[in-house]
């Protein structure tokens, strides 16, 4: 069993749309969640991170961890077409420690 | 964010050859790189933890032979494909911890590396 499973998609939507994004993980020590976006042929960057269980919302990004689940989601409101991209889910156990990755969902968001 | 930059951003080399692929960060010293790997469609994989002035941690897997890590300053990392194979093609990416980070768990990645052998 994969530390981290994540949807690869694809995944299409309507410009507008809200976009939900979701992780499952096995290991119940990660305590730190992160959401990055990639885009093609580009390194990873840090959209969102939470440490434990709760909710942390950033603009049109919402970021949601159901520890008890072992459950993740990053909620995206209002896409839009400079939001398709690639997004990664990541833990860790603690700081400075290495982070588990998804294998990332696809999302294209359609004008 | 802090800046992390890596050289070359593509390179095609014949099988057999050796490729060192350099990661930099701009912003602050850092004495934590990491190496992962990325092939189409898949997640990250985590194949090394550099660290300035040791030797660097190899994931299960990973023969530390064939990449060579070396943690030469704290502000660059090179890893070295040495008799590089078709099958070692992929999108080399580095990233960057910074240090006292607390509360705050972030790594700072690079723009990658695409390595084609032929």
């Known amino acids: 069993q994969k530390e981290v499973e994540q949807d690869p998609g694809p995944l299409s939507v309507p410009e507008g749309a809200i976009v939900s994004l979701n992780c499952t993980y096995s290991?119940?020590?990660?305590?730190?969640f992160m959401w990055y976006r990639q885009y093609s042929r580009k390194g990873p960057e840090l959209l969102m991170y939470?440490?434990?269980?709760g909710n942390k919302e950033d603009g049109r990004f919402t970021a949601q961890v159901d520890k008890s689940s072992k459950y993740i989601s990053l909620f995206i409101r209002d896409s839009q077409p400079s939001d398709s991209a690639t997004y990664l889910c990541a833990m860790s156990v603690n700081t400075g420690n290495q982070f588990y990755f998804g294998t990332g969902t696809s999302l294209t968001v359609i004008p | 964010g802090a800046v992390v930059s890596q050289h070359p951003s593509w390179v095609i080399c014949k099988s057999g050859t050796s490729v060192k692929i350099e990661c930099r960060s701009l912003?602050?010293?850092?004495?934590?790189m990491f190496w992962y790997r990325q092939f189409p469609k898949q997640s990250l994989m985590l194949m090394a933890t550099s660290n300035e002035g040791s030797k660097a941690t190899y994931e299960q897997g990973v023969e530390k032979d064939k990449f060579l890590i070396n943690h030469a300053s704290l502000t660059l990392s090179t890893l070295t494909v040495t008799s590089a194979h078709p099958e070692d093609s992929s999108f080399y990416i580095c990233?960057?911890?910074?240090?006292?980070?607390?509360?705050?768990?972030?790594?700072?990645f690079g723009p990658g590396t695409r390595l084609t052998v032929l």
């Open positions: 939470t440490y434990s269980s």
């Open positions: 290991n119940s020590a990660f305590q730190y």
């Open positions: 912003d602050f010293q850092a004495t934590t």
């Open positions: 990233s960057v911890a910074p240090p006292g980070q607390g509360a705050i768990n972030e790594q700072f």
